[in-house]
């Protein structure tokens, strides 16, 4: 018969694990925020650049259509 591990030593066990888990969740939350920190930018970016597409196709005076594909398709 296998002896049980005393209450102290299951509650520590515990503890440990509860704070590498609150470690990963803290190192998560970092990734997380870094990610939607760049996404913000990028979609500044694309904003800016949508922005700068539509004001150089208003000065070329060309309508805002798609062009034919070309013959060889």
Known sequence: M?????????VDALEIR????ERNLDELNE???AQWKEIDRLTR????LEERLS????????PNVPEPPPPHY
Request: net charge neutral.
């Open 2 to 10: 296998s002896e049980d591990p005393s209450v102290p030593d299951r």
């Open 18 to 21: 509860a704070a590498h888990h």
């Open 31 to 33: 990734v997380v925020l």
């Open 55 to 62: 004001e150089a196709e208003a000065r070329s005076g060309r």
């Open 45 to 48: 970016l694309v904003r800016r």
